[in-house]
């Protein structure tokens, strides 16, 4: 096997592929369809994660029910959960969302479990003295210990997503960055999947530095 | 103003009480010290008035001309201030309104009471330990409150902090005129502190002796020391109640 300078085009061409891409349409189409799976299926697995992590954490039962489930689904491949969706609910976007929820869901449980169970009630009952309102509590005393374990979450959470959803629209999508690598896969493109690559972890990096580093710093304040 | 009437207080992981028929009265304006050994269920009598523990049975009713229910500030063992909340934050959070002008005016006013003007936008963090003790002083008293408990605030305090905090803590309530209800294990704080004294036993906590302190306030050391020596010299009365 012989090194040929396709194997790993230089910045500039990578560049230019974005440019053309970019002016051709295809790349903004296919990054709104995979973000647009992104953003659906993290707020979904945070929406059921979240609670359910939560219950876990106070009620013991509950705890026991469910912490052999979630080990489980913690350790099974995302591959073989994005193929039993494909197969039960077919290719469509329904069974692509379900598959990275589904992979999602355990890590998120079980961080909020954590977070969960650190809740220092000694704050609580300074609340509960002072006869403060709930939803002053939730806001105020409560919210603020979880935060930590929520970006966290969110971290993780945006991280594997991403990955997940690529996996499952290079396996059963017909748009959407992982559908496009896909393509220049097969025709073994390393510039076409460098450019979406890059084009893709920037949105990434921009998402975590506009949205989640500034929520961090506003919440963890305090910390610094 | 509050009728204190426990008949058992027992926590679900001890079969053993740890507060017996323990009964008194609260009058309006009065400094009660509640004294007794540590581990004797001083903290969870607190709990108890406070509203936080309502797993007892008894009953604590409050008696008030026009019927409003009382407001209880509380001072916990340890400050228990909110760290992520400035200490401005900390103090409003028990008023009605966080945004309101008044109220911002009034937590200001008290973290100036306190000796901590021009703090107010820092975190608890980066204050010490007799700091912190004077922000949940003035929480407590945003909450204007008929009846402030206050659980050992002298404890483990260096002595100026421990000074300081007491000599604060005298001004407020003769400024104010609310009712304190002042936990110790230590005799000569309660004497230099409070009206009347109940001395509690331990496991389970009862009332075994009730003492008013008639000394004239501002309390003289010699007379603190004097009073001190002839309870701790009532033979057997009160051992093991105090330290």
């Known amino acids: ?224 | 103003m509050m009728n204190v009437r426990i008949s058992t207080k027992a926590y679900a992981n001890s079969a053993a009480p740890v507060i017996k028929d323990l009964n008194f009265n609260l009058e309006r304006g009065e400094f009660l010290a509640i004294v007794g050994p540590s581990g004797a269920g001083k903290s969870s009598l607190l709990n108890l008035i406070a509203g936080v523990d309502t797993k007892f049975e008894g009953a604590i009713a409050s008696q008030t001309p026009d019927a409003k229910p009382l407001t209880i500030g509380i001072m916990f063992q340890e400050p228990r201030l909110m760290p992520w909340l400035t200490l401005l934050e900390n103090v409003c959070l028990v008023s009605d309104s966080l945004e309101s002008t008044l109220v911002i005016k009034r937590a200001h006013a008290l973290l100036d009471d306190v000796g901590l003007a021009g703090l107010a936008g820092q975190y608890p963090n980066q204050l010490s330990g007799g700091m912190q003790r004077r922000v949940a002083l003035a929480r407590a008293l945003m909450a204007e409150p008929d009846i402030l408990l206050l659980d050992e605030p002298l404890v483990s305090l260096d002595q100026p902090a421990a000074t300081q905090l007491r000599e604060l803590l005298h001004n407020v309530w003769q400024a104010r005129q609310f009712t304190v209800v002042y936990v110790t294990h230590q005799l000569d704080e309660a004497i230099a502190m409070a009206d009347r004294i109940l001395f509690l036993s331990t496991s389970p906590a009862r009332i075994i002796k009730e003492e008013i302190i008639d000394l004239p306030r501002p309390r003289q050391q010699q007379n603190i020391d004097a009073l001190g020596a002839s309870l701790r010299g009532r033979a057997g009365l009160l051992s093991g109640c105090m330290d």
């Open chain 1, 1 to 224: 096997m012989y090194w040929q300078p396709e194997m790993l085009p230089s910045p500039y061409v990578i560049s230019l592929r974005i440019w053309q891409e970019t002016i051709n349409g295809s790349l903004l189409a296919n990054l709104l369809a995979t973000l647009q799976r992104v953003g659906l299926s993290f707020v979904l697995a945070m929406a059921l994660g979240v609670p359910l992590g939560l219950w876990m954490a106070y009620s013991r039962r509950a705890d026991l029910l469910l912490d052999g489930i979630v080990t489980v689904f913690m350790n099974i491949p995302a591959l073989v959960v994005i193929i039993l969706c494909f197969l039960w609910l077919g290719l469509n976007e329904l069974a692509t969302v379900a598959a990275v929820v589904i992979n999602k869901i355990p890590v998120i449980v079980v961080t909020l479990r954590e977070g969960g169970k650190a809740i220092d009630f000694k704050l609580m009952a300074v609340a509960k003295a002072f006869n403060i309102s709930r939803w002053r509590t939730l806001l105020k005393v409560y919210l603020p210990q979880l935060y930590p374990y929520l970006l966290a979450a969110t971290r993780s959470g945006l991280a594997l997503v991403w990955k997940i959803v690529l996996v499952a629209e290079l396996m059963g999508c017909s748009d959407g960055v992982g559908f496009q690598l896909g393509i220049y896969f097969q025709y073994f493109d390393i510039g076409g999947i460098l450019a979406y690559t890059f084009a893709f972890v920037g949105i990434v990096l921009l998402l975590d530095g506009c949205v989640i580093r500034r929520w961090e710093n506003a919440v963890m304040r305090w910390r610094l």
